[in-house]
């Protein structure tokens, strides 16, 4: 089992920055790679971001390539998104998900354990 716990949403203006935080617990040693998600009300969950957690390969969705930053802290068992320039486009829970096997980063179906979601909110 793993157990994911998402914070640092909030609310921003158009422009600003954010960054979340997803510590997870549990078996994380077996953990292949980790991603963000996000889901805008009246809209399908989909990928941000993905790091594979040993050798570090980031993957981004096209949307937030250049303004988007995934990192992790092997240590502390803490994925991180760095998110910059945001715009209200952005607003969406956002989810991190833990996968334990290899698979295509950007598909949900890759990962075992998601997260309970944390707000992000981006004025204009």
């Known amino acids: 089992q793993v157990q994911l716990a998402e914070s640092g949403g909030g609310l921003v203006q158009a422009g600003g920055s954010l960054r979340l935080s997803c510590a997870a617990s549990?078996?994380?040693?077996?953990?292949?790679?980790m991603g963000w998600f996000r889901q805008a009300p009246g809209k399908e969950r989909e990928f941000v971001a993905a790091?594979?957690?040993?050798?570090?390969?980031?993957f981004y969705a096209d949307s937030v390539k250049g303004r988007f930053t995934i990192s992790r802290d092997n240590a502390k068992n803490t994925v991180y998104l760095q998110m910059n320039s945001l715009k209200p486009e952005d607003t969406a829970v956002y989810y991190c998900?833990?996968?334990?096997?290899?698979?295509?980063?950007?598909?949900?179906?890759?990962?075992?354990?998601w997260g309970q979601g944390t707000q992000v909110t981006v004025s204009s």
């Open positions: 998900a833990a996968a334990l096997r290899y698979g295509t980063p950007r598909t949900m179906s890759t990962y075992d354990y």
């Open positions: 549990g078996r994380t040693y077996r953990a292949y790679a």
């Open positions: 790091i594979n957690w040993s050798v570090g390969s980031t």
